[in-house]
């Protein structure tokens, strides 16, 4: 990605542009996870391949846009707060409308498709990407909308290495959100969840309401992209939400299909493994661009994944008989 | 307690598998439901506790009542928290999760007395205690029973509908399931009991019936339908005169029809 190599040149050589490098990789890496995590959650669940979660992405991004911009609400209610806790506050709550709307959309478009084919159920959520993704950008315009997140372009420098403010909170904030969905599975509610994934008509028998349990996957996923959604959108990957906000997914895609589709686990070590790769060539493999070609480090993510899936076709953490579309 | 009034149940809109099959659980008693392979005891079961949609099936004629309250086509979850809970046939624990967690899944709808019934269910298996944070998948297939079967109680069900306990079992962990039924209902739980296992099923029944393609064909006193000699022939494997193989090559077709059926 390229704000990695502005920051990465801005070090030169050495062990310097290495951390920096991994630091950029781990910013990158940790959205993908998010999105893969969301992914995999309403795949396990649901069964259904959501190829709308490049667009849930962008609504969350684009809901966090209207809270804190258009709706203002952190200047509307409590002018005094520090602008950091109220605009984590319209964040909150621009990524709940966008978990809401996830479940909305499953109710709506989703449920009503179950016992069909999966095949024709993937395909429908192709129609839902086109469809939110339009709406989004027709909400960004050409030059995008910007989420005025209090931190702008701060860096700071950590030994050798710099980095935005952005990516700081970007790291706490996804390792709050892993623990949490941790937790959250181990819950009365997440072990229905597992449940419902590993055996639905078993789920049924114990009095587990699969249809709660199909919305809340949808939200937690929506949730997540959203999450992924506001980094991918601030500084310093994009200045706002934009048409291109929902292309993050392709980045992802690799992730998730690296990591196995059917583990949540993998889903964050792939996000993890394919953000370093693409740092990782970003900086290095520049150097080979008359051979490579410019912006290599948009398909090494493909590349593993295509390796990896000669060795292991399910994944690195992947259940050898998942049912694919 | 439970009632089954002439249900008739379709598969697909065309296959007619209950024929108009009536059944009676009282209040407090063991129930046993006898029939060969493809008879419908299965499919009785999701035609009571609302699994049938999702194998594309239909209530076409009938009702259900339980405790004076019609749940003929009633969701699953609903059937569920009016208190019957079933133990299904083959098992379906949850593989990938450990016993705790099958425990906590079939609790759902049991929130408020969970770790009542979880110390009446750890009572009831000892296995389960050392096994508790094992993963299900791993466990033998008698452990496995007893986490379905404390799974199914963890819901603190009024009646248990078990199918098919004794799949698959040794003839002593048989005799141990059939142990912990009877246990079970003495602690006040009305069971409905599906087996093919006639012997185990009859022996601690209170009443049974007999089905077959779909019909109830016989129903009484467990000792009287032990005694009678198409059971006997049929689901207990003895002849009359003891010690004289029978083959079945040697019956005249019309011969090998249950006497029942004529």
Known sequence: ?????????????????????????????????????????????????????????????????????????????????????????????????????????????????????????????????????TIVDDFAGLDGRPLADPWGTATATIGPVTVPHTQLVQLGVTVVAVVAVALFFRSRTGVAMRATAFDQEAARAQGITVGRIFGLSWLLGAVLAGVAGIFASIFPRAAGVSSATAFVAFGAFPAIILGGLDSIVGAIVGGIVIGLAESAASVYLTGFSNVLGSGFSAIIGYVIMLLVLLIRPYGLFGTEEVRRV | MLSVENLEFVYNDVVLVLRGISLQ????????????????????????????????????????QFEGADITGRDPSDVVRLGISQVMEGRRIFAELTVLENLRAGAYTNRAGMSASMDRVMALFPRLVEKRSATAGYLSGGEQQMLAIGRALMQNPKLLILDEPSLGLAPLLVKQIRDIVVEINQQGTSVLLIEQNANMALSIAHHGYIMETGKMVMDGDPAKLLKDEDVQEFYLGLHGDEGDRKSFRDVKHYKRRKRWLS
């Open chain 2, 25 to 64: 659980v009282p209040t407090g008693k063991i129930v046993a439901l006898l029939g060969a392979n493809g008879a419908g005891k299965t499919t009785t079961v999701r035609a009571i506790t609302g699994l049938a949609a999702v194998h594309e099936g239909d209530i076409t004629k009938g009702s259900v």
């Open chain 1, 1 to 133: 990605m390229t704000d990695t190599l502005i920051l990465a040149q801005a070090t030169v050589g050495g062990i310097e542009q290495f951390w920096q490098m991994v630091v950029g990789g781990l910013a990158l890496g940790t959205i993908y996870a998010l999105l893969a995590m969301g992914f995999v959650i309403i795949f396990k669940a649901t069964q259904v391949v959501n190829f709308a979660h490049g667009a849930l992405v962008a609504v969350g991004a684009f809901l966090v846009a209207l809270t804190a911009v258009e709706i203002d609400v952190p200047g509307r209610w409590i002018p005094s707060a520090p602008t950091w806790v109220t605009w984590a506050l319209a964040a909150v709550l621009g990524v709940a409308l966008g978990g809401a709307a996830g479940m909305v959309l499953e109710r709506l478009f989703i449920r009503p498709m179950v016992g069909e084919p999966l095949f024709q159920i993937a395909i429908l959520t192709v129609g839902l990407d086109i469809v939110l993704r």
